[in-house]
């Protein structure tokens, strides 16, 4: 279990830098992203997604529930990032949202159906968002066994 759980956690962190740092339109769109925005993206997330690697490498018990903790917050975030506004649209006081996500998500591939005019969250978030619940649940799964 240990070493799926570890292998999830480097493939969830691996994921998310690659897809931040490297372009490949039409699946993600960094091309239009600030250099600030891609570097604090890069940087936080990858201190938040790298944690529980070395929380697991280091077998640290305390360690391993901060991560789960940490990856909990990362779920929430992720879900308030992008289902709320595709369910219910952008309110107008988040108008600096919709301009980004016009700026680096509008064009890029997406399967779920329109509602209304609302953002439809892309292939690349729906991914990391299924990748990110599963490396919480397979961590959280492992931390309670332990």
């Known amino acids: 279990m240990w070493t799926f759980v570890l292998v999830l956690n480097v493939v969830h962190l691996a994921y998310h830098q690659v897809t931040t740092n490297f372009d490949f339109f039409p699946f993600n769109n960094i091309r239009h992203y600030k250099t600030s925005e891609r570097?604090?993206?890069?940087?936080?997330?990858?201190?938040?997604?790298?944690?529980?690697?070395?929380a697991l490498s280091l077998h640290s018990h305390k360690m391993i529930a901060a991560s789960c903790w940490m990856l909990g917050f990362l779920i929430v975030g992720e879900f308030l990032s992008w289902w709320p506004f595709y369910f219910f649209g952008v309110p107008k006081l988040m108008k600096k949202w919709q301009e980004a996500y016009d700026r680096t998500h509008k064009h890029t591939i997406k399967f779920l159906p329109p509602i209304k005019d609302h953002p439809i969250p892309n292939l690349e978030h729906c991914i990391l968002f299924v990748l990110t619940l599963a490396t919480f649940a397979v961590t959280l799964r492992y931390y309670s066994g332990l």
């Open 39 to 54: 570097f604090f993206e890069a940087g936080l997330n990858g201190l938040i997604m790298g944690f529980p690697v070395v």
